[in-house]
């Protein structure tokens, strides 16, 4: 296991003394190069949780370390230029060019111009917008989805370890969000952040997160891998979050790869690197085919028969 990004140690936080805890006593560790999702219904303390990382508010008991620092010993703007954030609207300025608000902070850290031009570039490219087509546009030349790739573009600026994230994808549309959920992952898996992700979309927290946890009233009610969550939901509520298509979202957490077997592919249609078995599901019911060949992280091939799926999942798909 890599070393503890973000550390909660009893962390309460209580905006009136006559009303109950927006946060009550939690204790939450996170990961460098993992990805944390924090859902629940409206009011249940994700949001204020994820804000008491960087201060935005302040908790009331308990601390929160980052990278073994209380965040209250840290000054302010060194703490807040350590964190990447990516919130629902963006928050780009719309008086400067898309290359003018993605080097905000390095400018304020006072690095040079070439230096930052580099760097623009660079990250245009990692969120697959092209420089020279992006570079000088202006934020009410985009579309939101466009828009919300620069915010995360600009969160990743100087390369913070960690990098926070407050509903990014929920004014999106269906597609543009699957679209920019994939870039997230992309990018997670060449970057490997400590990620942080307030969400109220359960089918979102489940294709992103390495580890779901589940908030009600203040407290942490479950804390587990999306596997996990979605064969043993802890409480009816947990179960509830999760809804209707249990056995689809368990699928999409599920790599192909780890469920292949012996036997011939040959001529069978391919699964790229990385599938799933929700996207294998699909491509046996689009072709009918007995077999796919699925190819590992080393190149090499095996095989993923229909027989496997249908076990895998209890003979309820396939």
């Not at 999306?226 to 979202?249: C, N, Q």
């Amino acid at each position: 296991m890599t070393g503890i990004a973000i550390e909660f140690q009893s962390v309460s936080k209580s905006f009136s003394a006559k009303l109950r805890p927006a946060v009550d006593q939690i204790d939450l560790k996170v990961h460098q190069g993992e990805t944390v999702a924090l859902i629940g219904a409206s009011g249940c303390g994700k949001t204020t949780t994820l804000k008491m990382i960087n201060r935005l508010i302040e908790p009331t008991a308990g601390a929160i370390l980052v990278n073994g620092k209380d965040v209250r010993s840290l000054p302010l703007l060194e703490l807040r230029r350590s964190l990447g954030y990516v919130i629902q609207h963006v928050g780009l300025f719309p008086h400067m060019t898309v290359a003018a608000n993605i080097a905000i902070v390095p400018r304020l850290l006072g690095w040079d111009q070439e230096r930052i031009h580099r760097r623009v570039d660079e990250l245009l490219e990692l969120v697959h917008l092209p420089p020279a087509e992006f570079r000088d546009r202006r934020p009410f030349d985009l579309s939101g989805g466009q828009q919300q790739r620069v915010g995360v573009a600009r969160a990743l600026a100087v390369d913070p370890p960690i990098l926070l994230m407050d509903e990014p994808f929920g004014a999106l549309d269906p597609i543009t969000r699957a679209s920019l959920q994939n870039e997230i992952l992309e990018i997670q898996r060449k970057l490997r952040k400590a990620i942080v992700i307030v969400t109220h979309d359960m089918e979102e927290a489940v294709r992103l997160a390495d580890r779901v946890v589940v908030m009600q009233a203040g407290k942490i009610v479950m804390d587990a891998s999306p596997t996990e969550m979605l064969l043993h939901p802890s409480t009816p509520f947990v179960a509830s979050l999760l809804g209707e298509g249990r056995m689809i979202k368990l699928l999409q957490t599920l790599k192909a790869v780890d469920h292949t077997g012996p036997g011939s592919c040959e001529g069978a249609r391919e699964l790229p690197q990385g599938a799933s078995l929700y996207d294998a599901l699909n491509l046996f019911l689009e072709t009918g085919a007995p077999a796919l060949a699925v190819r590992g992280a080393d190149g090499g091939g095996s095989c993923l028969s229909r027989e496997r799926l249908f076990e895998v999942t209890g003979g309820k798909a396939a």
